[in-house]
């Protein structure tokens, strides 16, 4: 019999962040089932023109474009739509409609959580209540699934763990576009690279720490250069750091790219540097920024500021940790990976795309049964 599966999500088609990201991969995932007959998609918010949807994937038009058209519509899609054999919510807000349409097929209601909307409860009472009703949990990390459970107080704690993953054939082969070298007088250079949004809400994600490192790093290593990958209402206070300290000549601020040319640019890199010191998410080291700069071949250089469930992962090897408000060793970690040269890690393949979606497969398989 072919099967029918919903998603009920906030950002997916037409994002570009990393819950947008790790949505698309389970969608990816998911399609493959082999006696798949459609994924509907119930998205919130549609920031971005959405790119080409696959085959079998129906995103549910007219119903993003606010608030109240979203709860009427996907209310009535979860009375008087289609029939589901399972359902999977990517969002603790969404909780309502998904369990609602989970009642009426009688179907499993999957919980996916991410970060820091999930360690307490939220604002709003009807969606904490509903997460009493899941009938399976999946988490990004170990962390976020156990500060999940400790308020939700959920009897059935059936959990898997489905970290984020990469598509490594996207970040393999030679520079395409040798014009960037020429352009911003690249040739011959060391250069560290951050990919960040740059806010001032949510500052220190390691730009301010590589900032403050530049003017010595440039003593041992001259031909030295920064790119910073990114933009945001943070990014002239940064501008204006990087003059205090006399490094702005060694500094790129690039801006928002487009996926191609920040791939590009991750293909001259050397180092990643991203050891974030202030957001407890931040700190999460698996972080899709992190995952690119490892399959570009790239050092990576992250907070050692981790919970111990993110320790208890072996793929944690092949990252190179350092205490973010140390100044020095921010320092001499970045001098010492400069020196070392580029290679991928093999612990990064624990992370693949493949695995991602066979994992997604197997959940599917075990839940479809019951």
Sequence with gaps: MMKNISLFLTDCYGGRGGIAQYNRNLVDSLKSIKNLKEITIFQRKIVYKPEKIPKKVNLVSNISNSKVNYILKTTYHSIFGKKYDIIFCCHIHLLPFAWLSSLRNNCTLVLIIYGEEAWKPTKHIISNFFC????????????????????????????????????????????????????????????????????????????????????????????????????????????????????????????????????EIYKIGHVMSMPGSRSTFDRYPFRFVNLEGLASGMHVLCSNLKCRSDLKDKNIKMLNQVNPNNQKKIFNKIIYLLNKKKKKSPYLKNLYFKYFKNKVLSLYSELIVK
Excluded at 218 to 232: E, H, L, Q, T, V
Aim: charged share 35%.
């Design 132 to 263: 009493r009703k899941i009938d399976h949990l999946c988490s990004i990390r170990h962390y976020t699934a156990k500060k999940f459970f400790e308020w939700a107080k959920i009897s059935n704690k059936k959990y898997t763990y489905l970290p984020n993953c990469i598509d490594p054939k996207k970040y393999v082969g030679q520079l395409k576009n040798k014009k960037i070298i020429e352009k911003y007088n690249l040739k011959n250079k060391k250069i560290i690279i951050s990919c960040a949004r740059l806010d001032q809400e949510d500052k220190y994600k390691g730009v301010d720490e590589t900032i403050q490192a530049l003017g010595d790093i440039s003593k041992k290593i001259p031909n030295i250069f920064y790119i910073i990958i990114g933009d945001g209402n943070d990014k002239i206070r940064l501008e204006q750091k990087a003059k205090k300290l006399k490094v702005d000549h060694l500094i790129l601020f690039l801006g928002k790219v487009n996926e191609k040319m920040k791939i």
